[in-house]
Each structure stands twice: as C-alpha cells, then as structure tokens.
C-alpha cells in the first residue's frame, strides 16, 4: 500500500471538513488527490472560481467559508467568515473558533484569515 501523504483517517483530524466534504466515503486515492500533503509555512493564497460543484456560476448572495485545522492531536482552530459574492468587489476577514477553548494556548496555526470577491467585467 502507498505512504498516504495528505489527510489520515482519525476522529480528530478535521471532523468539520469531513462531514461537510464527504470524504468519509472516498477511496484512500480520491482523499489524497483532493488533500495533497499539508501546506508549508508562510502565506498561502487560496481560490475559488465562484462555481458549484458541477461547474455551474453561483447565484449572486453572501456565502460562508471556513478553514480548519488540527493544531494538536486533539486541539482544532476553525476560521469562519462570510463574503458577499455579487456586482461589487467585496472582502471580509474570519473569526477564530478554538476547540476546545484551551487549544488558544496550543500553538499558533492559522492567522489572518481572510475573503476577497473581485467581480469579472
């Protein structure tokens, strides 16, 4: 069986983003080619191209985004923020949840979340 290089099947590794992704049913290769291996340190720029998952444009409305993350076995930041997806540029920056609280301690993993909608002309 090939090393796995991305996202590992345990309880604690990022529930939110499994329940919501589906991943629990996905083969071990269908998991790694869509979690790839973990980001490396420093700024990273994130996209969405504002389609659903069968290619199709979304309608114009404010659309929720979230980035988890295990900082510890146990200990998770999710980052949660919405954005306005419609005529006009827009931005907004996500709140931190902790969980449990005491993973605020835990060591710093995510900082600066944050949205950006440009539309196309």
Not at 17 to 34: E, R
Not at 87 to 114: C, F
């Amino acid at each position: 069986m090939a090393r796995r290089k991305g996202y590992i099947r345990r309880p604690q590794s990022c529930p939110e983003w499994v329940k919501a992704s589906g991943l629990a049913n996905l083969s071990d290769a269908a998991i790694d080619a869509i979690s790839g291996p973990t980001q490396k340190p420093g700024h990273v720029n994130l996209s969405w191209d504002c389609t659903d998952a069968s290619g199709k444009t979304v309608q114009p409305g404010i659309y929720t985004y979230k980035i988890e993350g295990n900082i510890s076995w146990d200990k998770r930041v999710i980052w949660m923020g919405k954005i306005n997806v419609g005529k006009a540029a827009s931005s907004s920056t996500a709140v931190a949840t902790y969980i449990p609280d005491a993973a605020r301690t835990a060591g710093t993993l995510l900082t600066e979340v944050a949205a950006k909608f440009q539309p196309s002309r």
